[in-house]
């Protein structure tokens, strides 16, 4: 009989002890519920807001980057063609043979190189 008691007060010590933690389980939400009410959707905007602000440095950095890209491969295209048309005058004046003649690299006409050079002028002023 003592032994049957014994067995019956661990059980009923065992469910106090989960009944104990299932509680405190459950303020521990309620009060997390409340202060997220206490904030309520203040700290959400803010985050929002935070989280928006960088994405909008990240996009505006990245559309600098293209900008600049775009601009240095401008860049590089004229240094080269004209630096092929520097080599080609070389060539012909040291009575060379050469297959690159100055027509030919300059085949662009007037009004291209025109625009190209209004282009770079519009471009290093904006800069």
Not at 13 to 22: C, D, G, I, M, Y
Not at 95 to 106: K, N, R, V
Request: proline fraction near 1%; aromatic fraction near 8%.
């Amino acid at each position: 009989e003592k032994e049957t008691w014994n067995r019956e007060r661990l059980s009923l010590q065992k469910s106090l002890k989960q009944a104990n933690a299932e509680l405190s389980k459950l303020r521990a939400e309620l009060r997390s519920e409340a202060f997220l009410r206490e904030l309520g959707s203040d700290s959400e905007n803010t985050v929002l807001r935070r989280i928006y602000g960088k994405y909008l440095r990240a996009e505006s950095f990245r559309k600098a980057l293209i900008y600049q890209k775009k601009y240095l491969l401008l860049l590089l295209g004229g240094f080269q063609e004209c630096e092929e048309a520097t080599l080609a005058l070389i060539a012909r004046m040291g009575g060379q043979p050469s297959y690159t003649d100055l027509e030919i690299i300059t085949h662009h006409s007037k009004s291209f190189t025109r625009f190209r050079s209004a282009v770079r002028v519009s471009i290093a002023i904006s800069r």
